[in-house]
């Protein structure tokens, strides 16, 4: 079961935030200029997007048959996030290399299915506020819909700057998460597919 | 149709004056910003000790979600969903889509969750083949109210800072997308979603 509010913080206390380095990407929209906090100055646009990872070396593909991988079905497969996190933090992806707009209608129906049976699993479990699912896509083309666990308890740790705090809170210890995640493999597993932790 | 990458860069240029700064929005007063300024350096601010009880969520008395239906901002219906505009946004386009019973999204049953997927997925489809729009995020958040409101937040294309899961922080950072503007997309997509499925209501 995910620690209790008093168990987390006791840990983050114990080992310090992270000094995370979300302010150094490109993306952060802040910055310090003269000991004050500021917006960065928008920079003009590029003269093309910035591309996404395409099927040519896909890590969403390659990711299947990893250790990553806690279900999957005929059509999808649920991993676990790619680097230790703060938060629990899981994707739900299609087993074909498509995008969300390229769903068909049976495809986008057992999304919504799994989207709302995987939000509800998670949040069920003791100490999950809420759980945020997401669909950003613009790091690869392969659809993958974040399922972003919400500690109980933390005022500061709520709405959609929640996110930030995977970075910015030291990662969950194996301990907790490696069982958390065989409950939810396994729950879900009871509305069909397979678990495979 | 929204503005161009240009047209866009011009308005927030124009807004931000000659040294291209931009106001410190409100947000980062908010107790859910996670960053402050501690001698001249940016650090993630102390976390705080867990409180005995969570603030609750918006719930069915009142609830602005029930109550915005049939107001200005619903741009489409059908029996089961309808479709909003946020009051003011500052990326291109900001909808909600939003069941018309008074359910949380791990609440909706088997049918509604497969409508609502393929919800999801065709009006993704309308707001990305909008021109001049990047990616659109759709997002169920639900802190704020328990009513179920799934975000779909267009992003431009060609701004390498406007991308991924810290663009909606530019919503509150960037100047508001003028009325006229925002009204015309609403109602184009509107259009279109009806020819799937529902009513355009605008
Ligand atoms: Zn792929
Ligand atoms: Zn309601």
Not at chain 1, 21 to 37: K, N, R, S, Y
Not at chain 2, 39 to 51: H, I
Not at chain 2, 69 to 92: A, K
Not at chain 2, 156 to 183: C, K, N, T, Y
Request: net charge negative; glycine share 6%; with cysteine.
């Amino acid at each position: 079961m995910p620690e209790s509010p008093e168990a987390l913080y006791a840990r983050v206390t114990a080992s310090g935030l992270n000094r995370t380095d979300v302010a150094a990407e490109a993306t952060f929209p802040w910055q310090v200029v003269d000991g004050t906090l500021e917006p960065k100055p928008l920079a003009p646009p590029a003269a093309e997007p910035v591309a996404r990872t395409g099927a040519d070396g896909c890590p969403i593909c390659a990711s299947l048959p990893t250790e990553r991988t806690i279900w999957e079905n005929d059509d999808f497969f649920v991993s676990r996030m790619f680097r230790p996190s703060g938060l629990l933090i899981l994707f739900l992806q299609t087993k074909q290399h498509i995008d969300f707009t390229e769903l068909d209608d049976d495809l986008a129906a057992a999304t919504g299915r799994w989207e709302v049976i995987l939000c509800r699993i998670v949040e069920r479990l003791p100490h999950v506020a809420q759980t945020y699912v997401i669909r950003f896509g613009s790091g690869a083309e392969h659809l993958h819909l974040w399922f972003v666990a919400r500690p109980d308890g933390f005022p500061q740790i709520r709405g959609s700057l929640g996110l930030e705090y995977d970075e910015i809170l030291p990662p969950i210890p194996e301990e907790v998460l490696g069982p958390d995640l065989h409950e939810i493999a396994r729950e879900l597993a009871t509305h069909g597919g397979r678990a495979r932790v | 149709m929204p503005e161009s990458p240009e047209e866009f860069y011009a308005r927030i240029s124009a807004a931000a004056g000659a040294d291209g700064r931009l106001p410190l929005p409100d947000m980062s007063d908010w107790r859910q910003f996670p960053w402050e300024v501690v001698d001249g350096t940016l650090v993630a601010k102390v976390l705080q000790p867990p409180v005995d009880a969570e603030e609750p969520r918006e719930g069915t008395d009142p609830c602005r979600v029930c109550r915005s239906y049939g107001s200005d901002r619903t741009i489409w219906e059908n029996d089961h969903f309808f479709v909003s505009m946020l009051g003011s946004h500052s990326l291109p386009l900001v909808l909600f889509l939003q069941t018309k019973e008074h359910l949380d999204f791990p609440e909706l049953d088997d049918d509604l969750a497969a409508e609502c997927g393929r919800l999801e997925v065709t009006l993704c489809r309308i707001m990305e083949a909008l021109p001049h729009i990047g990616r659109v995020h759709v997002m169920r958040i639900g802190d704020g109210a328990e009513h179920m409101h799934d975000w779909f937040i267009a992003r431009p294309e060609r701004f390498a800072q406007i991308i991924g899961s810290l663009a909606v922080e530019w919503d509150e950072i960037l100047p508001p997308v003028p009325e006229e503007i925002r009204r015309a997309d609403a109602h184009e997509v509107a259009r279109h979603l009806a020819t799937h499925d529902g009513r355009a209501l605008v």
